[in-house]
């Protein structure tokens, strides 16, 4: 069973960037797409970005599209989400998912 960990968060400025890292464990985890998710407080968890098994076809949500970039190295088993252009509305626990399976979540920060 694959083992997924975040790690990357933090409090930030408007304005600025974090790179958040999703590392997973198993020998599968490179042969399957990877989402990145966010939940705000007393907000429903929803889709940020996923990028597929070779990193060939990427897909943001337009709330985030231009300022987030989803990238993966196969060789360290790790996703990234770089994240630029910070605003507070990203404010948010953000979470890695693998075919159903979920990270305990990273949180992300973003001060006015």
């Known amino acids: 069973q694959v083992q997924l960990v975040e790690s990357g968060g933090g409090l930030v400025q408007a304005g600025g960037s974090l790179r958040l890292s999703c590392a997973g464990s198993?020998?599968?985890?490179?042969?399957?797409?990877i989402g990145w998710f966010r939940q705000a407080p007393g907000k429903e968890r929803e889709f940020v970005a996923s990028i597929s098994w070779n990193g060939g076809y990427t897909y943001y949500a337009n709330s985030v599209k231009g300022r987030f970039t989803i990238s993966r190295d196969n060789a360290k088993n790790t996703v990234y989400l770089q994240m630029n252009s910070l605003k507070p509305d990203d404010t948010a626990v953000y979470y890695c998912n693998y075919r159903g399976a979920w990270g305990q979540g990273t949180q992300v920060t973003v001060s006015s």
């Open positions: 198993g020998r599968t985890f490179s042969r399957y797409a």
